[in-house]
């Protein structure tokens, strides 16, 4: 009987022990209440922080997606998007037309030399200009809306107030996803009709020798596009698959994608986005104010014939011996 009671005594002190111990670590989940603390675990936070890429939980719904509590990456795209693509962008876009301002006030507008003739050549057909103008209109309403995403809540937030800013972006989310559509249908065009007159040619290197048209002093032959022109053709259509294949990724998210894939293809739009305004405001100064006649080719598709002699003689002497480029003089 003796022993039988010390066993029973035994018995009692282990249990009293074990709920000494269970019950501190029972209370650590409390709160100061008595109530539950949600943020009470077994298992530090900095443990859990060091399983990268990710934490996941348990979830009964069949999106895998959503039971990710913690993407450690999220606060490197986030800290990209809130001021690397803020400081990235501002620099590389007002740096460009900063310079551009500083060649236009060093070098002036570059003229015809031999000044206008007044007769004209078909420089590019109407197909060709509508073409060209599809996809710079789109470009010019996704870039203004690219970049409200990006400033907009800088820019012009503080200037029309959170309601105004709130339709404004609303319109240009829809307006930037739908003109996506016919940026690409441009983008697809331009491709197959100036393909062939892009592709590198012997009078290019000649063309660089001259010093590319801009040393008065020295005549810079060149086919229907020069090298600078090809330069922006071919750095356009790179720079206009990643933007729409990134694009369209966001546009349709999730469909083979993962959080992480997601950030990467932002990423790769905003970077790419960013180079492709800076190369099209170089392309479009070019275009006005840089060269005297430029703007009519693709504006009535005619240009003056001493324009075509002094920038594209090669061409001009082709189209000529082809009997395609007829001269005209302008209506009285």
Same mark, same amino acid.
């Given at each position: 009987?003796?022993?039988?009671?010390?066993?029973?005594?035994?018995?009692?002190?282990?249990?009293?022990?074990?709920?000494?111990?269970?019950?501190?670590?029972?209370?650590?989940?409390?709160?100061?209440?008595?109530?539950?603390?949600?943020?009470?675990?077994?298992?530090?936070?900095?443990?859990?922080?060091?399983?990268?890429?990710?934490?996941?939980?348990?979830?009964?719904?069949?999106?895998?997606?959503?039971?990710?509590?913690?993407?450690?990456?999220? $606060?490197?795209?986030?800290? *990209?998007?809130?001021?690397?693509?803020?400081?990235?962008?501002?620099?590389?876009?007002?740096?460009?037309?900063?310079?551009?301002?500083?060649?236009?006030?060093?070098?002036?507008?570059?003229?015809?030399?031999?000044?206008?003739?007044?007769?004209?050549?078909?420089?590019? $057909?109407?197909?060709? $200009?509508?073409?060209?103008?599809?996809?710079?209109?789109?470009?010019?309403?996704?870039?203004?809306?690219?970049?409200?995403?990006?400033?907009?809540?800088?820019?012009?937030?503080?200037?029309?107030?959170?309601?105004?800013?709130?339709?404004?972006?609303?319109?240009?989310? !829809?307006?930037?996803?739908?003109?996506?559509?016919?940026?690409?249908?441009?983008?697809?065009?331009?491709?197959?009709? *100036?393909?062939?007159?892009?592709?590198?040619?012997?009078?290019?290197?000649?063309?660089?020798?001259?010093?590319?048209?801009?040393?008065?002093?020295?005549?810079?032959?060149?086919?229907? *596009?020069?090298?600078?022109?090809?330069?922006?053709?071919?750095?356009?259509?790179?720079?206009?698959?990643?933007?729409?294949?990134?694009?369209?990724?966001?546009?349709?998210? *999730?469909?083979?994608?993962?959080?992480?894939?997601?950030?990467?293809?932002?990423?790769?739009?905003?970077?790419?986005?960013?180079?492709?305004?800076?190369?099209?405001?170089?392309?479009?100064?070019?275009?006005?104010?840089?060269?005297?006649?430029?703007?009519?080719?693709?504006?009535?598709?005619?240009?003056?014939?001493?324009?075509?002699?002094?920038?594209?003689?090669?061409?001009?002497?082709?189209?000529?011996?082809?009997?395609?480029?007829? !001269?005209?003089?302008?209506?009285?």
């Amino acid at each position: 009987m003796i022993c039988l009671g010390r066993i029973r005594l035994l018995i009692i002190a282990t249990l009293l022990l074990c709920g000494t111990v269970a019950v501190p670590a029972f209370a650590q989940k409390l709160g100061p209440d008595g109530a539950p603390n949600p943020t009470a675990s077994v298992t530090p936070q900095r443990d859990l922080l060091m399983l990268a890429p990710r934490i996941e939980g348990r979830i009964d719904i069949p999106d895998r997606k959503a039971s990710v509590l913690i993407q450690p990456g999220g $606060r490197t795209w986030d800290y *990209f998007h809130e001021v690397l693509l803020h400081w990235g962008a501002a620099v590389v876009i007002l740096g460009t037309i900063v310079l551009l301002a500083a060649a236009y006030l060093i070098m002036g507008r570059l003229r015809i030399s031999a000044g206008r003739s007044g007769r004209t050549v078909t420089r590019f $057909r109407a197909f060709e $200009r509508f073409s060209h103008w599809l996809t710079a209109v789109s470009f010019v309403v996704l870039g203004l809306t690219g970049l409200n995403i990006t400033f907009g809540k800088i820019v012009l937030l503080p200037v029309v107030g959170p309601e105004a800013f709130s339709e404004i972006s609303q319109a240009a989310k !829809y307006a930037h996803d739908f003109t996506s559509f016919s940026f690409v249908a441009g983008l697809v065009l331009i491709v197959g009709i *100036f393909f062939r007159d892009n592709l590198p040619a012997k009078v290019d290197i000649e063309w660089l020798k001259q010093g590319g048209g801009f040393i008065k002093s020295k005549h810079a032959p060149a086919g229907r *596009f020069n090298p600078g022109e090809k330069a922006v053709y071919w750095l356009s259509l790179a720079a206009g698959l990643a933007v729409s294949i990134s694009g369209f990724l966001l546009l349709f998210p *999730f469909y083979e994608t993962t959080v992480a894939e997601m950030q990467l293809a932002h990423v790769t739009h905003a970077v790419v986005a960013v180079l492709f305004i800076a190369l099209i405001v170089g392309h479009i100064y070019i275009g006005t104010l840089g060269m005297e006649g430029a703007f009519e080719a693709m504006g009535t598709g005619e240009v003056d014939s001493n324009w075509a002699k002094e920038h594209h003689d090669v061409w001009l002497a082709e189209q000529l011996e082809k009997g395609k480029a007829g !001269y005209s003089a302008p209506a009285e």
